[in-house]
C-alpha cells in the first residue's frame, strides 16, 4: 500500500527555520518524482517545488514565492523527502502536503503537516 | 505558468442532482488534469486523473471527461458526502497549478 506520511511541522517565528520530512513507502522511491504542494489556512492549493529522481539528474525547481528560501531534498536510502525551509514569512503558514505520480497518471497526496509562522 | 480556471466557484445543488463543474487551462494540457474533492481539515483526495480515469475506490457516480483546455467533472446524482469544495489541477507541466475551486453547497 502506497503512503506517504508528513512530519516535523510546528509554529516557528518569522525568519526561522524548519525542515520538514515525507516518509514514503509502496513503491519504489529511487525512481519517483516528488512534489510539495501548500494549502494556507481557507485558501486553494499551491504547488511549491519538485526534485526528480536521481537517475533522472536530481535536480529541483521551486515555485517564485520559495526559491531562494526552500530546498528540496531526498534520501533514497531512507525513503525520505525534505523541504528545509529558511527565512520564514506569516505568508508561509500553510498545511504541507508531499505528493507523487505514477507512470499510470495516478497521483498520491500524504495528510499534511501544519507550519504555523508566527511571532 | 498554466493558469487553471474553475466554474462556477460556488454551486448550491440537491440531493440527487445531476452536477458539472468545468476547468479551463489556459493552454493545451492534454489529457495531464487530476480532480480532487477536499473537506474542511482533511487532504484532498484524488477523484480522476488523466482527464477521465476513476481513482480506485472512488464511486461510479464520479466521471472526468475532455482534453486539451476544456474539461469537467460531473457528479450523476449528488449524495450528501458530496458537499465538499473540488479543485482541478494540471501536470502536464513540471509546475503543477490548481484551480481556485468549486464549493458545492446545499440548496
Known amino acids: 500500500e502506497v503512503e506517504l506520511v508528513e512530519s516535523g511541522g510546528g509554529l516557528v517565528k518569522p525568519g526561522g527555520s524548519l525542515r520538514l520530512s515525507c516518509a514514503a513507502s509502496?513503491?519504489?522511491?529511487?525512481?519517483?518524482?516528488m512534489s510539495w504542494v501548500r494549502q494556507a489556512p481557507g485558501k486553494g492549493l499551491e504547488w511549491v517545488g519538485r526534485?526528480?529522481?536521481?537517475?533522472?539528474?536530481?535536480?529541483?525547481?521551486?515555485a517564485a514565492p520559495v526559491k531562494g528560501r526552500f530546498s528540496i531534498s531526498r534520501d533514497d536510502s531512507k525513503n525520505t523527502l525534505y523541504l528545509q525551509m529558511n527565512s520564514l514569512r506569516t505568508e508561509d503558514t500553510a498545511v504541507y502536503y508531499c505528493?507523487?505520480?505514477f507512470g499510470s497518471g495516478s497521483l498520491f497526496w500524504g495528510q499534511g503537516s501544519l507550519v504555523t509562522v508566527s511571532s | 505558468d498554466i493558469q487553471m480556471t474553475q466554474s462556477p466557484s460556488t454551486l448550491s445543488a440537491s440531493v440527487g442532482d445531476r452536477v458539472t463543474f468545468t476547468c479551463r487551462a489556459s493552454?493545451?494540457?492534454?489529457?495531464?488534469l487530476a480532480w480532487y474533492q477536499q473537506k474542511p481539515g482533511k487532504a484532498p483526495k484524488l477523484l480522476i486523473y488523466?482527464?477521465?480515469s476513476l481513482e480506485s475506490g472512488v464511486p461510479s457516480r464520479f466521471s472526468g471527461s475532455g482534453s486539451g483546455t476544456e474539461f469537467t467533472l460531473t457528479i450523476s446524482s449528488l449524495q450528501p458526502d458530496d458537499f465538499a469544495t473540488y479543485y482541478c489541477?494540471?501536470?502536464?507541466?513540471?509546475?503543477?497549478?490548481f484551480g481556485q475551486g468549486t464549493k458545492v453547497e446545499i440548496k
Open positions: 488523466k482527464a477521465s
Open positions: 509502496g513503491f519504489i522511491f529511487s525512481n519517483a518524482w
Open positions: 505528493a507523487t505520480y
Open positions: 489541477q494540471q501536470y502536464n507541466s513540471y509546475l503543477w497549478t
Open positions: 493552454q493545451s494540457i492534454s489529457s495531464w
Open positions: 526534485i526528480k529522481s536521481k537517475t533522472d539528474g536530481g535536480t529541483t525547481d521551486y
